[in-house]
């Protein structure tokens, strides 16, 4: 297998699972609504995201480098405030509702459709997630930002983004990527991942959560490095309703184990919001990141 399993799990639920805190699929409309990000750099805590509202919806997030702005995500809804696309220059990702619960996810770069991710449901919950590679992603070889997996896992979008790299694929033009999901509660507590028909090297990961309040809940993301987002809905529970505390991944060729990596995470609150959240890998440290509302 090349190395795009990863790709694909990153670039796949961020929109898949979107919906909302209390209200409709494809919805963000939290209760406590984020206004800046920082991260910790060298010691420094270093202005990362701002976050743009107009009223109870999300209009962009400003990406900051250097105190300077370095990109922007822009959001556009329908006329039942459900997200339907996301654009950060060239990039879009798009998505398609069905029966209130999003059916497709297409990527795609200055106009041409790269990939698309088609949701499988059971009994209302997503259970397996399709993913297909067009030939104009290979040919190209874009350094890919998006990373709809990070709206699944909280706070490990980056580390499952690096992860999922170490799997390589030999994914043709319209092979699918498999990815199923195992849900404990309303979290996804496991995820399956191989290439249909050719499941001999596989990538499982595994997650543990905290019982607090997750104030991304519903929030679609764009970049890999970005906080992340989990969901839930009350009518089909799309995604995970705590913040990850363990992250594990394994990965087997023809059933023996070749990798392992996992991260463990802790968290300071303000009541039962976040606002620190730490990650160690091995017991070093990994990333610090401060949210403010």
């Known amino acids: 297998m090349k190395k795009i399993l990863i790709l694909s799990l990153c670039a796949v639920l961020c929109a898949a699972l ?3 805190e209390k209200e409709k699929p494809g919805v963000y409309n939290p209760k406590k609504k984020i206004q800046k990000i920082y991260c910790e750099n060298d010691g420094e805590k270093v202005l990362d995201q701002v976050w743009n509202w107009s009223g109870k919806l999300l209009n962009r ?6 105190g300077n702005v370095a990109g922007s995500d822009v959001y556009s ?5 459900r997200i339907v696309r996301i654009t950060n220059e060239d990039e879009t990702l798009d998505f398609v509702y069905e029966n209130d619960r999003i059916k497709t996810i297409n990527y795609g770069w200055a106009d041409e459709l790269e990939e698309s991710y088609n949701m499988i449901y059971d009994n209302d919950k997503l259970s397996k997630i399709e993913w297909v590679v067009y030939d104009g992603y290979i040919k190209s070889g874009h350094e890919r930002k998006l990373n709809p997996l990070a709206s699944l896992i909280p706070q490990d979008g980056d580390v499952l983004e690096k992860q999922l790299r170490k799997i390589h694929s030999q994914q043709k033009w319209e092979e699918k990527l498999i990815l199923e999901l195992t849900w404990e509660g309303k979290n996804v507590s496991h995820i399956f991942a191989y290439i249909e028909g050719d499941p001999e090297e596989t990538m499982d990961a595994s997650f543990t959560y905290d019982n607090k309040i997750n104030p991304l809940k519903g929030w679609a993301s764009f970049w890999f490095d970005c906080v992340i987002g989990v969901w839930e809905d009350e009518n089909f529970s799309y995604t995970n309703t705590g913040n990850v505390l363990t992250a594990v991944y394994s990965y087997k ?3 023996v184990e070749f990798d392992y990596f996992a991260t463990d995470y802790t968290y300071e609150y303000d009541g039962n919001y976040p606002v620190k959240v730490t990650a160690t890998n091995d017991g070093e440290p990994y990333f610090t990141r401060y949210y403010e509302y």
Do not use: R, V
């Not at 997030?61 to 250097?66: K, L, M, Q």
């Not at 809804?77 to 405030?81: A, G, H, L, M, V």
């Open 18 to 20: 979107i919906s909302c």
């Open 61 to 66: 997030i400003d990406y900051y480098y250097h």
């Open 77 to 81: 809804y329908d006329s039942k405030n």
């Open 253 to 255: 060729e023809a059933g």
